[in-house]
């Protein structure tokens, strides 16, 4: 069984702002789920326990940068690193390395739920957390895990939470 590297997210999100407080450390996981861009040198899990979400199924993305201010623009785009890397929301999916599957926060705004990624590692080349950081971002909508054209919204439109990673 191979070591996970664990992102537990504990966030409380209102309408207006959300800050989210990620810790990684090392943890046990069961083998990850086939499919993917491919194994990026590590099994990282991703812990949401979040209250106050809206209602519904929300996209979830790690993005480039570690600030979460404003509109949360200030994360920067959908981690996506190399050399045909590309940072759009709307361009490159499923594909991209930062691209979590979506989660579903019940009628009362709550979400418990466990993910894995191979597509990350917390420590190498695909890694998110570099000299300027990296951040969880959950959007207002679903991401259709389908390209779309710059602008569309199909990686989830608007960021109504997001969280720096701090290792």
């Known amino acids: 069984m191979r070591q996970a590297q664990s992102i ?5 999100l209102s309408a207006a702002s959300a800050f989210v407080t990620a810790q990684v450390q ?8 086939a499919g993917g861009r491919g194994d ?9 326990n979040l209250q106050g979400v809206p ?4 996209g979830v993305h790690i993005h480039t940068v570690g600030r979460c201010e404003g509109d949360f623009a200030s994360a920067g785009g959908h981690f996506d690193p190399g050399p045909a890397g ?6 490159n999916h499923p594909y991209h390395s930062g691209d979590l599957p979506n989660i579903v926060a019940n009628a009362t ?5 466990t993910s894995y990624t191979t597509r990350i590692n917390l420590g190498g080349p695909l890694s998110p957390i570099d ?8 959007h207002q909508n679903p991401d259709t895990n389908q390209t779309g054209t710059k602008g569309q ?3 989830g439109g608007t960021a109504i939470a997001c969280g720096v990673i701090v290792k």
């Open 8 to 12: 537990a997210v504990a966030i409380a």
């Open 86 to 91: 590309n940072a759009d929301p709307d361009l």
């Open 153 to 155: 919204g199909v990686g």
């Open 26 to 33: 090392p943890a046990p996981a069961p083998a990850p789920p």
């Open 55 to 58: 209602p519904g199924t929300h």
């Open 131 to 138: 000299a300027d950081g990296a951040a969880i971002v959950i």
């Open 109 to 113: 705004g709550a979400v418990t739920a």
């Open 40 to 48: 990026g040198g590590g099994l990282v899990q991703v812990v949401y």
